[in-house]
């Protein structure tokens, strides 16, 4: 009988794992995952600030890869031993092989108020959330159903995310001012760290670049500042200091889902640690956001998509290799680089072999990446055509939604 080979999370990794196994094509190969379509976060914050339309960073899977089954269902159970998983609705799947590739979620580290009072930015649902937000407070600014503070704008967490939805939204606020022109003045932005500098894991000249960046676009930067708790209105730092918000974005972490610490021991992140050939068991591979794996220095690997996406093809190997009964190599991390985008011609990039690239050349080398990366014909022509539409039609606002 032909090996099954089911993957659960249609994400960087599970997907990139399908494609390289369907080539082979002597293995069955089914993927589940509770929605039909595979989300490129890293565009995520665009569509919470109205750059981009939902549809050009969801990629339908169904049909996608041919040859490669998909199932869609909420997966609640994974019996190791009986070698099968259960769906939300009681549909029972078998595996000979199983790939666990579920990415990750939100989490609040236990801070007071932030599930109650700030929006998150994990999936399409929240950032169309604070896209109706953002821009529903100028309209209830503008018509008197809510104070003029109700436009400032707290983000929480330096990292990446938090850089970006900052710089975005910073943007947003200015392309306001020619449709509410007697209210847009009033609308700022903050973002809030609590370590020493933004982009933890750059060079420190790149936090810097990104701060200065930042407060040219006009946002607030407070480093050194962590949440003590938060109410609707606003937010309370540990130094007594408090922000008025009107909204509340929360960009500080993620973890992996917490009801998968009873497949094995897990990190602080509840990823699951895995030997260094990916598996918690002969049959089970775990990769991507999911998987604690760690590097040669003993650090753990990053929570991005190029960890994910080599794992994923690195799984399809490896379960190539142990059909044929052949030795399976440990799992070696190529360091790819890293970047942010700050805002229009404003990003910082650094390359594996040290070299870092700020500025114009930074972000065109972000928007070419993202753009090879991102899954789909039609969305790749879409959000070029979108890019170039905002970048020309600058201040005339590239948001788009429709505000009863
Ligand atoms: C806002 C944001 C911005 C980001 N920006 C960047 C960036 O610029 N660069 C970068 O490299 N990385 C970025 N990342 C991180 C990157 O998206 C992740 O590292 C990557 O998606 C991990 O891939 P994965 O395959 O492990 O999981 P995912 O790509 O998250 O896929 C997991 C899949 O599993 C499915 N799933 C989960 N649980 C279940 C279940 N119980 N049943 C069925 N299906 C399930 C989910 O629906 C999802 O489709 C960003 C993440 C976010 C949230």
């Known amino acids: 009988m032909t090996e099954r080979v089911l993957i659960i999370g249609a994400g960087f990794g599970g997907l990139t794992c399908a494609t390289k196994l369907a080539k082979k094509g002597n293995v069955d190969v ?57 769906l939300e ?115 420190e000249k790149s936090s810097a670049h990104a701060k200065t960046e930042l407060e040219q676009l006009g946002a607030v930067v407070k480093i050194d500042s962590a949440v003590d708790r ?62 604690h794996v760690v590097d040669q220095g003993g650090n753990p690997l990053p929570m991005v998509a190029s960890v994910a996406m080599q794992q994923g093809r690195y799984v399809a190997a490896s379960i190539e290799k142990q059909l044929r009964g052949e030795k399976i190599e440990p799992f070696k991390y190529k360091d790819k680089g890293q970047m942010a985008t700050i805002g229009r011609r404003r990003a910082v990039v650094e390359l594996p072999n040290g070299m870092r690239l700020h500025g114009t050349t930074a972000w065109l080398s972000w928007l070419g990446l993202h753009v090879f990366y991102l899954a789909g014909g039609r969305n790749r022509v879409s959000v070029i055509a979108d890019w170039f539409w905002n970048y020309v039609a600058w201040g005339i606002g590239p948001r788009r939604t429709v505000i009863d």
Not at 107 to 133: D, S
Not at 166 to 185: D, K, W, Y
Not at 281 to 286: A, F, K, L, S, T
């Open 30 to 86: 089914t993927i589940v995952d509770r929605h039909p379509y595979q989300l490129f976060a890293p565009l995520l914050y665009q569509v919470a600030t109205g750059g981009l339309p939902e549809d050009d960073i969801a990629y339908p899977v169904r049909a996608a890869i041919p040859g490669v089954d998909f199932v869609r269902g909420d997966v609640v159970k994974v019996s190791l031993d009986a070698k099968n998983i259960r």
């Open 89 to 203: 609705d009681g549909r029972v799947l078998y595996f000979d092989q199983l790939v666990f590739a579920v990415g990750s979620e939100g989490t609040t580290f236990g801070v007071p108020g932030v599930a109650e009072n700030a929006l998150q930015m994990k999936n399409i649902r929240e950032a169309r959330a604070i896209k109706n937000q953002l821009l529903q407070t100028y309209e209830d600014v503008e018509m008197g159903a809510k104070p003029k503070e109700a436009l400032r704008v707290v983000v929480v967490g330096g990292g990446p995310t938090g850089v970006e939805i900052t710089g975005a939204v910073s943007e947003l606020q200015r392309s306001m001012l020619r449709e509410f022109p007697h209210i847009a003045n009033e609308a700022s932005v903050t973002l809030v760290e609590a370590g020493p500098r933004l982009l933890l894991s750059f060079h």
């Open 230 to 291: 938060m109410y609707p209105t606003d937010v309370h730092l540990k130094s007594g200091e408090v922000l008025p918000a009107g909204t509340i974005i929360w960009a500080a972490g993620v973890a992996a889902p917490k009801q998968w610490s009873i497949l094995g021991e897990t990190d602080r992140a509840n990823r699951l640690k895995v030997s260094d050939t990916l598996q918690i068991d002969d049959n089970v591979w775990v990769l991507g956001d999911m998987a």
